[in-house]
């Protein structure tokens, strides 16, 4: 080994040992009563029915309140043990997923889809389309989809709740999401869609389970984390929270169906109580390992939360359907995207999220992100439409900041 190498080895060795040998974060008991003292105030303002915060650091939770109501109709309170339907917060768990069989050798960064997924192998792409009546032009797309462009979304796959184009042709000829033309060609820009229900498909094409066995065996259960699955059983029903709506300024409380039918996907379905989801951050906060058990590599975790967006940038999407969505997300034109997660850029306030910051949101307001720089995750689960609602986005604004103000 030569005197340089040696030297660079020692180097990110210290740097290493200092990272671990650094006193834990800690969140103060003033800070806690501030956090609290906020999230209650927004609940009384009526900004949200209800809200569960979790702070965790690597070795275990440091802050965790509840506050409002988990069943307005029926008088529930909050718990912080309240389930919640999580949606899109199942994306990177799904992508988790398709890194381990690729860390397994049985899966490619850079295969084509087709490979697994035959159906795949001509997509179309949009050349125009009439929004008033839903007609559409396409033509072949420019190159196949792989699997790192289903991990970045950048395959082209959109939402038509989300897109207005896909919205018009879908509403005129009720097309499945995964039957719409692709909104451009492979690899060339940023749109969130479907492409994580396609990553779900390929793990159950590769493993011969369905999606939901995968994680419950592979992810799941290996982490403990028990109240979090596609279904809900009758025993578990009563810590389910509903679902409100915001229309003109007004909440519209929706019940909960009895029983709870199952939406089973790769980008979304998952039910999750806070607790449980700091287990999935904990593991990314310790790089693939926790309390002893390790699921995936070091090198797996940084590979996912590394830009593999080159120098593209995440695009605001816009919102087709008003009632499920507002644009989104924060940090467009500016942050990137690793595989599964959305990556901040340089912070523009000594209170915001550290550059790097990983994090993906569900679109019933639930949010969560790891701060690689204060070695913290935090989860703000709300249950209210549409997506980026103004009053739920501020609290989870609100939170941000006053985490990272007290959090030492």
Do not use: C
């Amino acid at each position: 080994m030569t005197r340089r190498l040696a030297l660079g080895v020692a180097l990110v060795a210290i740097a290493a040992f200092s990272l671990r040998a650094a006193p834990p974060p800690a969140v103060s008991s003033s800070g806690s009563s501030a956090v609290s003292s906020f999230l209650k105030a927004a609940v009384d303002r009526g900004d949200v029915p209800g809200v569960v915060a979790l702070v965790v650091g690597r070795d275990g939770v440091l802050y965790h309140e509840g506050f409002g109501m988990q069943d307005v109709a029926k008088s529930v309170p909050m718990s912080k043990d309240t389930i919640f339907r999580i949606a899109s917060m199942t994306k990177p768990v799904t992508s988790l997923a398709v890194m381990m069989l690729i860390e397994e050798g049985k899966l490619g960064l850079h295969d084509e889809v087709t490979k697994y997924l035959p159906a795949w192998q001509t997509p179309k792409v949009i050349a125009s389309v009439d929004t008033a009546k839903g007609t559409f032009s396409s033509r072949a797309a420019a190159r196949p989809i792989t699997i790192e462009h289903l991990l970045t979304h950048t395959s082209g796959i959109g939402y038509a709740w989300s897109d207005p184009g896909l919205n018009a042709i879908q509403r005129a000829s009720n097309t499945p999401d995964l039957e719409l033309p692709l909104v451009a060609d492979p690899g060339t820009r940023f749109t969130y869609g479907a492409s994580t229900r396609v990553l779900g498909q390929v793990v159950e094409r590769i493993s011969g389970q369905t999606i939901d066995a995968f994680l419950q065996a592979r992810i799941l259960g290996p982490l403990g984390m028990t109240d979090t699955s596609f279904e809900v059983p009758g025993s578990k029903l009563a810590r389910l929270i509903t679902v409100h709506q915001r229309t003109d300024g007004k909440f519209v409380e929706q019940p909960n169906p009895t029983p709870y039918v199952p939406t089973v996907r790769g980008d979304g379905g998952l039910t999750s109580t806070a607790a449980d989801y700091a287990k999935f951050v904990r593991l990314l906060l310790n790089e693939g390992a926790v309390d002893g058990r390790r699921l995936a590599s070091a090198k797996t975790i940084r590979e996912m939360t590394t830009n593999h967006l080159g120098a593209l940038k995440v695009e605001r999407q816009p919102a087709a359907d008003t009632n499920r969505s507002k644009p989104y997300p924060l940090g467009a034109g500016k942050d990137t995207w690793g595989l599964g997660f959305q990556l901040a850029s340089k912070p523009e306030t000594s209170t915001a999220r550290g550059a790097g910051s990983d994090s993906w949101a569900g679109i019933n307001n639930t949010h969560n992100w790891v701060d690689p720089t204060r070695q913290i995750g935090v989860v703000v689960l709300m249950q209210v439409l549409p997506f980026y609602d103004d009053k739920a986005i501020g609290v989870l604004t609100g939170l941000e900041t006053l985490v990272n103000t007290h959090v030492k």
